[in-house]
C-alpha cells in the first residue's frame, strides 16, 4: 500500500511529564511499516525524549495551571486567553493539514479549555477520522468524577464525537464504567487494552549497581509536588544511618529549585546518587531492587514491565487517582503504600527494609503481570485500517 496511514495524537502536558510518556509509548507502540504519527503537545521538555523515524511533535505554546480551571502560559508572557487562541489555531491547522486517519487523543476529552473541539467537530464532518480517546486506568474518585464531567458535558462528548474509548487498564481491577456511571451508549464504545507495557532494559548497568549493594530508585515523576515524598526518605537516611543498599534519587524536573536544592544538597552528604531529570529512566528500573515513587500510571507501568518491586506514596490531593490505584496495586499483591498522611522517616524505612528483604509474595505477582496494551492497541488499529 503506497498510502502511508496518518496518526495524530494530542497531549496537551500541562503538569508533569505523565501525559507526554504515556503518549510517547503509545506513539512506538504503533509505529510500524507505512504509519506516520505526530504528536501535539505543550510539554516544554518534549524536546529531550528521543524521538524514532515515522514519529515527530507539533510543540504547540506551553500553559501551566494555577489552579483547577486557571491556566496561564508557561514561557510567553501574553494574556492566558491570546496563548490558548495561538494553540487553538495550531491545533486545527495541523489537524487539517496532516489529514489523519486516526485521532487519539490522551486523557482530557475538549483539550485544555476546550480547545480541540473544533477539531473534533470538523473530523466528524470530515468523515476520514477515527477519533479515540485514550483513558488510563482510574481518573479520581467516583463522586468527583462523576460531578465533573456532568458539570462539563463530558458524557456527550464522548458519546457524539469519539468513534471509540480506550481505557489503560484492567476492568477486573478497577470498573469505570461502573464507578463513573457510565451508560450503555459510551459503555458499548469502552475497549480495555490492559496496561501499556515500556521498553525493558538489561539488568545490571555498570554505573548503577556498586559492591553489590541493592539498589533504591526515589522518583517523583515531574517532581511539581514530590518533595514530601523525598524529604521523608532522605530524613529517614539521616536519622537511621548508613543502610545496607544504595540510593539514585531523580526529582523530576518541574520541582521548585530552592526544593531541589535542599535534596541535592542532603543527598550529596549521604552518598545518595541525584538527578533531576534522567531521560531513560527504564535504565534505572532495570538495575534497581526497589523503586519507590507516587504511582502515577506511567511509573507503575515502567516498574511492572522491569517485573520490580514497588513501594507507592501516592499523593491525595488535588484528586485521589494515585491512592486508588496503589490500593488496587496492593489488593492484587503487585505493590505495597504508604499513606500519604503516615508518611514519615519512621514508616518509609521500616516498609523499604521490609520490601527489599521480604517480598515474596509481590515479587510472584509482579512475574505473573500480563501486558496486553500492545497487542489491543494493534488490533483496533488493524480492524479501522489492514496496515499494521
Known amino acids: 500500500m503506497s498510502k502511508t496511514y496518518n496518526i495524530l495524537m494530542y497531549s496537551h502536558d500541562t503538569y508533569g511529564l505523565g501525559h507526554i ?62 496563548a490558548m487562541s495561538i494553540r487553538q489555531s495550531i491545533i486545527d491547522a495541523t489537524a487539517k493539514s496532516f489529514q489523519p486517519d486516526l485521532f487519539i487523543v490522551d486523557k482530557a476529552p475538549r483539550g485544555l479549555k476546550h480547545e480541540i473541539m473544533p477539531t473534533l467537530e470538523w473530523m466528524k464532518q470530515y468523515g476520514k477520522t477515527r477519533t479515540i480517546l485514550g483513558l488510563r486506568d482510574i481518573m479520581d474518585d467516583s463522586k468527583s468524577t462523576t460531578a465533573d464531567w456532568q458539570d462539563k458535558g463530558i458524557y456527550d462528548v464522548l458519546e457524539n464525537l469519539y468513534s471509540e474509548i480506550w481505557v489503560y487498564g484492567h476492568r477486573e481491577y478497577y470498573d469505570p464504567i461502573k464507578e463513573y456511571s457510565i451508560p450503555e451508549s459510551i459503555s458499548k464504545k469502552m475497549v480495555f487494552t490492559g496496561y501499556i507495557p515500556r521498553e525493558i532494559h538489561e539488568r545490571s548497568c555498570p554505573d548503577t549497581r556498586k559492591n553489590g549493594k541493592k539498589l533504591v530508585v526515589i522518583t517523583a515523576g515531574g517532581g511539581g509536588d514530590g518533595y514530601p515524598m523525598m524529604d521523608a526518605y532522605l530524613k529517614a537516611l539521616e536519622k537511621y544511618g548508613p543502610q545496607n543498599f544504595r540510593t539514585v534519587m531523580v526529582t523530576g524536573p518541574f520541582m521548585p529549585a530552592d526544593l531541589r536544592h535542599d535534596l541535592s544538597e542532603r543527598a550529596k552528604k549521604l552518598s545518595v546518587t541525584f538527578y533531576h531529570f534522567y531521560r531513560r529512566m527504564e535504565k534505572l528500573f532495570s538495575n534497581a531492587d526497589l523503586v519507590v515513587s507516587m504511582g502515577g500510571y506511567n511509573t507503575i507501568c515502567e516498574i511492572l514491565s522491569h517485573k520490580q518491586i514497588s513501594l507507592i506514596v501516592p499523593r491525595e490531593t488535588p484528586r485521589l487517582e494515585q491512592t486508588i490505584r496503589a490500593e488496587v496495586l496492593k489488593e492484587q499483591n503487585l505493590a505495597d503504600f504508604i499513606p500519604w498522611h503516615d508518611l514519615g522517616p519512621d514508616t518509609m524505612m521500616e516498609k523499604v527494609n521490609n520490601l527489599l528483604n521480604n517480598s515474596k509474595i509481590i515479587r510472584e505477582a509482579v512475574s505473573n503481570f500480563k501486558f496486553t496494551g500492545l497487542d489491543v492497541m494493534h488490533q483496533r488499529v488493524n480492524a479501522f485500517k489492514d496496515i499494521c
Not at 63 to 73: A, F, R
Open 21 to 82: 510518556r504515556r503518549t510517547m509509548a503509545i506513539a512506538s507502540q504503533l509505529k510500524c511499516h507505512g504509519v506516520n504519527i505526530l504528536i501535539i503537545t505543550g510539554s516544554p521538555i518534549v524536546g529531550r525524549f528521543e524521538f524514532p523515524e515515522q514519529i515527530d511533535f507539533v510543540r504547540v505554546p506551553g500553559m501551566i495551571k494555577q489552579s483547577n480551571d486557571n491556566y496561564i502560559p508557561h514561557s510567553i508572557k501574553i494574556d492566558p486567553i491570546h
